[in-house]
């Protein structure tokens, strides 16, 4: 029997929340859990759970996802005058109406060619090609000293990792690495690389990324304490009227 899952918006407490329900055979009883993305929870069942049940235990713990869920950050749309990180650096959404070229970054700006309606989809490109190019350039040169090749790089939005590294040497990361500090993004590249050499994280692993990067520790009580604030940028707020009703 396979895992599935299934997502549904309700709403609780005035406010709507992405529930992912995943059904996992190998579960014992349901554990409901707030999701690293801001205003989403996830619930695992097993098998034998259906969905009228698994939203009745929802319902029955409101009380406990609302205070979680309350010490989240707000979702930060990608608006003009909104403020987001790039690079580490806090800058304000600018659009610049009738105005053609390219993107860039100045007096604590980025200036978005083209009206408000354009802003969304141009920046979000722009934040993608940027992030593709700055983990490209880290992760090659890292993969270069372990005398390593990296088959392929694929930037994603993914929700539970920063990077993954395959066997055959095809890597994945988030593009929201682009929003953290370059100290940062380099150290979740050094990690993947070092995982073409060691396909674990024992001893020998963390020598090869101690020998990249000076403090590793550092890095990842980083992301432990601001990573999941990243994945707020970009996200729309959500609809009252596209909540469904628990039960």
Not at 20 to 48: D, K
Not at 111 to 132: D, I
Request: net charge positive.
């Amino acid at each position: 029997m396979k895992r599935t899952s299934e997502t549904c918006t309700i709403e609780i407490a005035e406010r709507c929340i992405d529930i992912t329900i995943c059904r996992n055979p190998r579960a014992r009883r349901m554990t409901l859990r707030v999701a690293a993305m801001p205003g989403a929870a996830t619930l695992v069942t097993p098998h034998s759970v259906g969905r009228r049940s698994a939203l009745r235990f929802i319902q029955e713990n409101a009380n406990w996802l609302t205070e979680k869920l309350a010490r989240q950050p707000e979702p930060v749309p990608f608006l003009p005058d909104a403020k987001i990180p790039f690079r580490g650096h806090m800058y304000r959404l600018a659009p610049l109406a009738g105005a053609r070229g390219v993107m860039f970054c100045g007096n604590d700006e980025i200036h978005v060619p083209g009206g408000p309606a354009h802003l969304e989809r141009r920046l979000h490109e722009w934040l993608k090609r940027e992030a593709r190019a700055a983990i490209t350039s880290s992760v090659n040169e890292h993969a270069s000293a372990f005398e390593r090749i990296v088959e392929r790089i694929s930037i994603r939005d993914q929700k539970s990792r920063w990077g993954s590294c395959s066997p055959s040497g095809n890597m994945s990361f988030s593009w929201r690495l682009i929003l953290a500090p370059p100290e940062i993004l380099d150290y979740v590249c050094a990690h993947e690389a070092a995982h073409l050499v060691q396909m674990n994280h024992g001893p020998k692993f963390w020598k090869l990324v101690r020998q990249r990067i000076a403090d590793p520790g550092a890095a990842d009580r980083w992301l432990n304490q601001h990573g999941p604030g990243l994945h707020r940028y970009g996200m729309k707020m959500p609809l009252r009227e596209m909540a469904a009703p628990l039960i």
